[in-house]
């Protein structure tokens, strides 16, 4: 099991970015694939990237390519989403995930893989 704790979400205006952070407890961070999900009011939880436990792999929901981007630092035990030219319609409490993978460039985009969760932060973007 990993414990997993968000921050850097808020408000922010139509075209703004943000950086959300997820701190992984444990000592085995780098056998997990790191997702990030969100779920805006009234909507079903949604994926919205990941990437492999050695970092080699990501993917992304058609509706952040180009804008979103996920990193991790292993040594931090840290997963990143760095959010540009946000839009309103990302407006969601963003989860971070960990997922136990199978092989060092496995992603999982389904929530069903991912075992581990954090509480949520939550993202606003403003029109």
């Known amino acids: 099991q990993v414990q997993l704790v968000e921050s850097g979400g808020g408000l922010v205006q139509t075209g703004g970015s943000l950086r959300l952070s997820c701190a992984a407890s444990?000592?085995?961070?780098?056998?997990?694939?790191m997702g990030w999900f969100r779920q805006a009011p009234g909507k079903e939880r949604e994926f919205v990237t990941a990437?492999?436990?050695?970092?080699?792999?990501?993917n992304y929901a058609d509706s952040v390519k180009g804008r979103f981007t996920i990193s991790r630092d292993n040594a931090k035990n840290t997963v990143y989403l760095q959010m540009n030219s946000l839009k309103p319609e990302d407006t969601a409490v963003y989860y971070c995930?960990?997922?136990?993978?199978?092989?060092?460039?496995?992603?999982?985009?389904?929530?069903?893989?991912?075992?581990?969760w954090g509480q949520g932060t939550q993202v606003t973007v403003s029109s």
């Open positions: 990437i492999s436990s050695s970092g080699g792999t990501t």
């Open positions: 995930a960990a997922a136990n993978a199978r092989f060092g460039l496995s992603v999982y985009t389904t929530s069903g893989k991912y075992n581990n």
């Open positions: 444990g000592r085995t961070f780098n056998s997990y694939c």
